[in-house]
């Protein structure tokens, strides 16, 4: 049964209904302009200079107790400067390749990040515990793995994992090669997950023993243990991407490729894919504006 309901912004979202489950592709249109720059490169500082999920309390009730003088603040500014890659060919005014270009690439995580944490509608959205731009074992490598875990618990009661991976191409072709042709798409990627669920326990549970918080730790924990015992009633997994594209090549359906033509693929499981079109500025472009703004926010 196919249903089309308007989404939150008033742009139309196709859901596919299967039982509960609901496979879903949206396009956004984004404007690239001051405010949507300052709001993502602040985003991205405050991530490389985050502490562990209720770190901070700890540490300021640490420092009170020793009568140390001890300044939060002082302490991330210098975090934040140290754990900030500044790249050497945007110093030179050369933007990399984009398979070097680590702030591509984080712009893109960003914002599927945001999209699944703080941009759907209440009731659907995500609770991501870690984020991967915090958390990435180098500053100056993209990080490895998902680059988006979370859950939400559904309203049968099911806990709903989401395995997201973000992606960006200004390649003119649709859908691009990062969706369902290279060897490292998307489509290849949750493909892969959906057929060696051996694989997705282990990333699950190297990423539950780097939780904190304990709300997050026991019902994430409870997901790998239905995992682990084959408990398909107790857990859904939602095969997420988000998909960064110029306005120039972005094309409509067809740059959801496979991950809407084969979704079937990934039953019992459902797709959620976003597409994020840049509206009046180019990828690079864009990128180049984000890393200028991280950098004067760092250095400020």
Same mark, same amino acid.
């Given at each position: ?99 070097? /270009? ?5 712009? +893109?995580?960003? =914002?599927?990040?945001? %999209?699944?944490?703080? *941009?759907? &509608? ?110 398909? /009633? ?5 095969? +997420?991407?988000? =998909?960064?594209?110029? %306005?120039?090549?972005? *094309?409509? &359906? ?47």
């Amino acid at each position: 049964m196919l249903q089309r309901i308007c989404g939150s912004d008033g742009q139309d979202s196709i859901y596919y209904m299967n039982s509960h489950l609901m496979d879903v592709f949206n396009k956004f249109d984004i404007k690239v302009f001051d405010v949507f720059i300052e709001k993502f490169a602040k985003k991205y500082v405050d991530l490389r200079s985050s502490f562990h999920s209720g770190g901070e309390s700890a540490i300021l009730k640490t420092a009170e107790s020793l009568g140390s003088g001890f300044d939060l603040s002082q302490i991330k500014s210098i975090i934040a400067a140290n754990s900030v890659y500044l790249d050497p060919s945007r110093e030179q005014g050369v933007a990399p390749a984009p398979f070097q /270009d680590i702030f591509r690439s984080d712009l +893109g995580e960003l =914002l599927t990040t945001y %999209y699944f944490e703080e *941009k759907l &509608p209440q009731g659907e959205r995500y609770i991501i515990p870690l984020k991967n731009i915090s958390y990435r074992e180098r500053y100056d490598m993209p990080g490895r793995g998902n680059d988006v875990l979370g859950y939400r618990i559904s309203s049968d009661g099911k806990i709903n994992l989401l395995l997201g991976e973000a992606k960006v191409s200004s390649q003119t072709s649709n859908p691009p090669n990062v969706v369902d042709r290279a060897e490292d798409s998307v489509y290849n990627t949750q493909k892969s997950y959906h057929d060696s669920p051996d694989v997705v326990l282990q990333r699950l549970t190297d990423y539950i023993r780097r939780i904190s918080n304990g709300n997050d730790l026991v019902i994430m924990g409870l997901a790998v243990i239905h995992l682990k015992e084959g408990r398909s /009633d107790k857990y859904d997994i939602t095969y +997420g991407c988000g =998909l960064v594209r110029d %306005y120039s090549c972005v *094309k409509e &359906p067809e740059d959801y490729g496979k991950m809407k033509t084969n979704a079937a693929d990934f039953k019992p499981g459902n797709v959620h894919f976003a597409i994020f079109s840049f509206s009046n500025e180019t990828i690079d472009k864009t990128v180049q504006l984000f890393y200028e703004k991280v950098r004067e926010l760092i250095n400020g």
